[in-house]
């Protein structure tokens, strides 16, 4: 079993900034790779980034050159963060961190940004 828990979002103007947190402990050495997905209202929930164990990173079109992603490695847990920078309107949404490894996958429980003036 691996429990996440997600910290960060909230409310930020159109070009500003916010991170989001996301903290696996458990059975983590099963880790594959872990990211971040958003879900708009009314709309489906779609991926944004993605890092592995071994610190390769992908991104969606949509926050590419405006968001990185980092993951950091302890005995008892791993922590991937997501550095959102120059945020648009379109970026508000429930964000979700997704952990794959070796037992499946797991979702935290997620947490709201709001880009807004």
């Known amino acids: 079993q691996v429990q996440l828990v997600e910290s960060g979002g909230g409310l930020a103007q159109p070009g500003g900034s916010l991170r989001l947190s996301c903290a696996a402990t458990?059975?983590?050495?099963?880790?594959?790779?872990m990211g971040w997905y958003r879900q708009a209202p009314g709309k489906q929930r779609e991926w944004v980034a993605t890092?592995?164990?071994?610190?390769?990173?992908?991104?969606a079109d949509s926050v590419k050159g405006r968001f990185t992603i980092t993951i950091f490695r302890d005995n008892v847990k791993r922590t991937m963060s997501l550095q959102m920078n120059s945020l648009k309107p379109e970026d508000t949404a429930v964000y979700y961190c997704k952990y794959t490894g070796s037992y499946g996958d797991y979702w935290g429980q997620g947490t709201q940004v709001t880009v807004s003036s």
């Open positions: 890092v592995t164990n071994d610190g390769h990173t992908n991104f």
């Open positions: 458990g059975n983590i050495f099963s880790l594959a790779a």
